[in-house]
């Protein structure tokens, strides 16, 4: 099985009310890997086809 990413894929995240596109940087085996605000952050792939709160990413460092 592959995944392919292409540098289109993103994760909309809510922010103060605003929807911000994060772009997806790296696809792990649990979770994407995404740039926010610039830090990196985990989204587990159950939350990505819906927009989320900010407070549900997890650092990736």
Same mark, same amino acid.
């Given at each position: 099985?592959?995944?392919? +990413?292409?540098?289109?894929? !993103?994760?909309?995240?809510?922010?103060?009310? $605003?929807?911000?596109?994060?772009?997806?940087? %790296?696809?792990? +085996?649990?979770?994407?890997? !995404?740039?926010?605000?610039?830090?990196?952050? $985990?989204?587990?792939?159950?939350?990505?086809? %819906?927009?989320?709160?900010?407070?549900?990413?997890?650092?990736?460092?």
């Amino acid at each position: 099985m592959a995944i392919v +990413l292409h540098n289109y894929n !993103i994760v909309r995240v809510i922010d103060d009310g $605003k929807i911000v596109n994060c772009t997806v940087i %790296k696809m792990c +085996l649990d979770y994407a890997l !995404i740039k926010y605000k610039g830090s990196k952050y $985990k989204v587990p792939y159950g939350l990505i086809d %819906k927009v989320i709160g900010h407070e549900l990413l997890l650092h990736a460092e």
